[in-house]
């Protein structure tokens, strides 16, 4: 298989950037609803989030994410993202340029990493999970929405089948497990739920275990973990991006 590189990844993104809301608006409307809202409503204290993209989940982080730094190769993906928060005032979201992989961020300084359809397309997602687990304080969380193989062997040999095709498009990676490069880099997997076809979508949390915390392992297929929508606080995802009418489209941003 190909091992993608980072001028890979910023090639990709930089050339599909313009399409990347109405491309990932198909996979959330279809196989992944859902996933980046429960992802976001689990983002409290420093937080940090890698691969930002367009920016996507900006709007969805409550005031309980008391600082959010966005970090992102793609400077087309950034410049999306950037243009998302102009004119808002939001102080407390600080977006840059950078490498998950090497992260320029002081050991122990954040309470949640989030990744949100992210490690699909990190060459190196063991050294991802790396970084975060240094940066993340004892304690701390890393959230995942993600996709992965599938549960199903059909469905398995159709995605090996097609994931060259799918990282010479778009540099993603459809078969990888983000449990394997997680636990590999110290975490402890505390919540795993599969859905959408063949379990593809993983909502997983990881957590960097304090020394003093007893270590629980546990599968859970809750999904009752949506914020409320009856709360006026709670965040509402900006659903733009899955309206596929191409007037919506065009006055999108
Ligand atoms: C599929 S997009 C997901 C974007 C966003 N998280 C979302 O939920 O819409 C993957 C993003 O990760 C970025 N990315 C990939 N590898 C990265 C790395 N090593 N460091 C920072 N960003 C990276 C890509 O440039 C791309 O914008």
Not at 54 to 80: C, D, R
Not at 120 to 143: K, M, N, Q, T, W
Request: aromatic residues 8%; positive net charge.
């Amino acid at each position: 298989m190909y091992q993608t590189s980072n001028a890979d990844i910023t090639k990709a993104f930089n050339k599909n950037a313009r399409i990347y809301d109405r491309w990932i608006g198909l996979f959330e409307r279809y196989v992944a609803d859902g996933a980046r809202v429960w992802a976001i409503s689990k983002a409290q204290g420093t937080v940090v989030e890698i691969g930002v993209g367009s920016g996507l989940n900006l709007p969805l982080y409550s005031p309980k994410a008391q600082h959010v730094t966005g970090i992102e190769l793609s400077e087309k993906m950034l410049t999306i993202a950037r243009s998302r928060l102009a004119g808002k005032g939001i102080d407390r979201i600080e977006l840059r340029y950078g490498d998950a992989q090497i992260l320029d961020l002081p050991s122990e300084s954040a309470d949640t990493f989030i990744s949100t359809f992210t490690f699909c397309s990190i060459p190196d997602p063991l050294s991802a999970s790396r970084e975060a687990y240094r940066v993340l304080r004892p304690g701390g969380v890393f959230v995942l929405a993600e996709h992965g193989y599938s549960t199903g062997i059909l469905g398995r040999a159709i995605m090996h089948a097609i994931e060259p095709l799918s990282i010479l498009v778009s540099a993603e990676h459809i078969t990888r497990n983000p449990v394997s490069y997680l636990t590999g880099a110290g975490f402890t997997i505390t919540h795993i739920q599969r859905s959408g076809p063949g379990g593809i979508v993983f909502r997983m949390l990881a957590a960097k275990q304090a020394p003093t915390q007893t270590t629980e392992r546990a599968e859970s297929t809750d999904c009752s973990a949506k914020p409320d929508p009856a709360d006026p606080g709670t965040p509402q995802p900006d659903k733009r991006h899955l309206d596929l009418k191409p007037e919506r489209w065009l006055r999108f941003g």
